[in-house]
């Protein structure tokens, strides 16, 4: 069982993987292709799925650290919670990682090795489906570390993983193959040049385009804490503030304000706000901005325009155990609710696509982000796309950096410009091919008027999303177990000692 440990190990690797910059995607690799290396070496099952559980314990508490102190201030700092919920939640998620060991236990080293890949991508796509897990960092968000946002515009973040997976394979085969160092090299080599020379090949038909055609928007950055959202005299203070800067010169026709920019209901709020919301019809601006709306007995995260009194886009995806509680949490312990009282229950849009002049927007809030069909979903003609976030919530600068990393990763996908505009996170502009344009320099309340680059050209992971994947992933794995039933090794047989015998 001693060999089970070094998936802690890996799994505390793969989740500092998300907090550096440049070289994220070389640790990944490292991570992944430690646990592979190990695994195929573990004789028993029940060392095999020690392994496993234990890469994503490290993972997910590494990386889901922060949100102990999350779950602490929406359950009123109730220690049960704390020191309960939460190691339950990564006990849940961890458990995903045994489907490994399950559909693998009687396949050989290089058979293992082969479909490794296919398994996590597949894990990777299927927990933004199920009520168990939830959309969390993948391998393939840290593909722009190495500007590879030709496979983006292709495969997407989720096709990238699934690169990331086949280059940690090809690297464990390297390790593990003693018989043959120079034939595992050379494969190791060639993979990663036809990856990258695969990016350089899909970024030609984006550098031969015409130039594209550019608006102008002025973004708003904004820095209030959490006392002043449920202020009234504060939000008050602040939209008039707002509008004021919005208006200043030189004129912006479009501007758009973070997510929680109103942070009580538009009702409540708007006959004291009136005269400078007239003041932007009066100008012609139109502002885009955050805000909260009535949903039963609770407030729900929506977009505003100032010249229409309803929201124009209602959140789709819920922050679990923060803006409702999964099925199985309520079955389990019915009288523990939220800090915000009920489940807020999705509100469905009539309109995906929303026109500010020349701008044809697709919109989304902050934890939407992390779902891969966030802006694909609701692409059909659109060439620019509204990100509004809120991430007071959070003191970790590494949450904060990654939100803008996950930005990027959205543009380079679809190819469009993403106008991300924050309340204390990273406000920037950026580009079609995820490169940041612009960005705030620091913390304090400002305006940034950029020129937004329109692009009308729809990627083909925007025509064809990544669902071919897993369908892909488990054509492969049945090919595999057939081969493996039909050409039968024992995994202690003189082939499994050739793989990995002594030098």
Not at 466 to 483: D, E
Request: hydrophobic share 45%.
């Amino acid at each position: 069982m001693r060999g089970s440990l070094f998936g802690g190990i890996a799994g505390a690797l793969s989740a500092m993987s998300y907090r550096v910059d440049s070289f994220g995607v070389g640790v990944s690799v490292a991570a992944f292709a430690l646990a592979f290396v190990v695994y195929v070496n573990l004789k028993t099952v029940r060392s095999k799925s020690a392994l496993w559980f234990l890469f994503g314990v490290a993972y997910y508490t590494t990386s889901l650290f922060w949100v102990n102190g999350y779950l602490a201030q929406e359950y009123g700092d109730a220690s049960w919670i704390r020191w309960g919920l939460w190691p339950l939640l990564v006990i849940i998620l961890s458990s995903s990682f045994l489907i490994i060991p399950c559909l693998l236990a009687t396949l050989t080293a290089s058979r293992t090795l082969i479909a490794l890949p296919f398994v996590l991508v597949s894990l990777d796509i299927l927990r933004e489906h199920t009520v168990f897990s939830f959309a969390w960092l993948h391998p393939g968000l840290l593909l722009l570390d190495v500007g590879f946002s030709g496979w983006l515009n292709v495969i997407g973040a989720l096709g990238g993983s699934f690169l990331v997976y086949l280059l940690a394979s090809s690297f464990a085969w390297l390790i593990c193959n003693k018989s043959s160092r120079l034939k595992s090299f050379t494969l190791f080599v060639t993979m990663l040049m036809s990856f990258w020379g695969g990016n350089q090949a899909l970024l030609l038909p984006q550098f031969s385009e015409q130039s594209q055609s550019n608006t102008s928007v002025r973004i708003l950055h904004s820095n209030f804490t959490g006392p002043n959202k449920l202020s009234k005299n504060d939000v008050i203070e602040r939209i008039q503030r707002y509008v004021s800067l919005s208006l200043q010169a030189p004129k912006a026709d479009i501007v758009v304000w973070p997510e929680s920019s109103m942070s009580l209901p538009y009702e409540e709020i708007q006959p004291f706000v009136k005269d400078s919301l007239d003041k932007l019809k009066q100008k012609s601006v139109v502002v885009v901005w955050g805000g909260q709306a009535r949903n039963g007995q609770h407030l729900q995260n929506v977009i505003y325009r100032s010249d229409q009194p309803s929201p124009i886009y209602f959140k789709q995806r819920l922050v679990p155990f923060g803006e409702y509680r999964p099925a199985w949490f309520i079955d389990w312990v019915e009288q523990v609710t939220l800090s915000r009282g009920g489940d807020i229950q999705v509100v469905s849009n009539s309109i995906t696509q929303h026109e500010f002049g020349s701008l044809r927007a697709v919109l989304a809030v902050c934890y939407e982000a992390l779902y891969s069909d966030v802006f694909t979903s609701k692409l059909h003609a659109g060439n620019v796309a509204f990100l509004l976030s809120d991430v007071e919530w959070t003191h970790t600068p590494w949450v904060k950096q990654f939100l803008l990393k996950l930005s990027r990763v959205r543009a380079a996908e679809v190819g469009k410009s993403v106008v991300y505009s924050t309340n204390q996170g990273k406000t920037s502009l950026i580009g079609p091919d995820g490169a940041v344009l612009r960005q705030v320099e620091n913390q304090t309340t400002q305006i940034m008027d950029v020129l937004v680059p329109l692009n009308e050209r729809q990627t083909l992971y925007t025509q064809y999303g990544h669902q071919w994947l897993l369908w892909l992933s488990g054509g492969v794995l049945i090919l595999i177990h057939l081969a493996n039933r039909m050409h039968p090794i024992n995994t202690n047989s003189l082939t499994q000692k050739r793989l990995f015998r002594a030098q």
